[in-house]
């Protein structure tokens, strides 16, 4: 999607706090760091190096290929839109900072950013995307099994929406967990991220 190296380019001017910055982060609030900003996580990275090999073992790869995607969605009865797995070749719950380049270290999460979609939603890396869909899809007859979800805050849940055959693209819709009426919210994934990033550059 070409909307994605707008956001690249867009975060590639700002010097943005990194996926890399937000895990350690992370670490330091559950290691009993206390009174940390992120703002400071750069000096810390430093003190805590030898640490950072266990924090970045227990991530989820930054980005994926076609046949990780569709290994770890072999449950989804559905095709998840083209437009998604776009997306997730991109970034795997984090957008890429700057355009693709051979010699950046793509395996890196420090050169990615968690996307915040809508307020203070981020979007889920795949492989917590599909045990979420698992869970919900268990839990209630109410919930359409078609529904894949991108994104969860508190007890709403973004999704779009699967598909016997494969389509380009798929309205976002938004729920509550606890009563699954869905509202559409976008058109479609590359609207709303077109309507972040103009208006990021309006701002």
Excluded: H
């Excluded at 000096?43 to 076609?66: G, V």
């Excluded at 995307?129 to 007859?141: E, G, I, N, V, W």
């Amino acid at each position: 999607m070409q909307v994605i190296d707008r956001i690249a380019v867009y975060y590639a001017r700002l010097q943005p706090t990194t996926t890399l910055d937000t895990k350690v982060y992370e670490w330091l609030l559950c290691n009993g760091y206390k009174d940390i900003q992120i703002s400071q996580v750069r000096d810390y990275r430093q003190k805590i190096s030898p640490d950072l090999q266990a924090i970045l073992s227990n991530s989820y790869p930054p980005r994926l290929n076609l046949e990780q995607i569709k290994a770890i969605t072999q449950d989804y009865p559905f095709e998840l839109p083209v437009e998604l797995c776009d997306l997730y070749q991109r970034g795997n719950g984090c957008l890429p900072i700057g355009l693709d380049d051979a010699a950046k270290d793509w395996t890196s999460f420090d050169n990615y950013v968690n996307f915040p979609f809508d307020g203070n939603y981020s979007f889920l890396p795949l492989q917590e995307a599909m045990r979420l869909y698992q869970a919900f899809t268990k839990s209630s007859d109410d919930i359409d099994p078609r529904w894949f979800p991108i994104s969860y805050f508190d007890d709403r849940i973004l999704s779009v929406i699967g598909s016997e055959q494969q389509q380009e693209t798929s309205p976002v819709i938004g729920f509550y967990d606890s009563d699954f009426t869905p509202k559409t919210k976008w058109s479609s994934l590359t609207n709303m991220l077109l309507t972040w990033i103009e208006t990021q550059q309006k701002a």
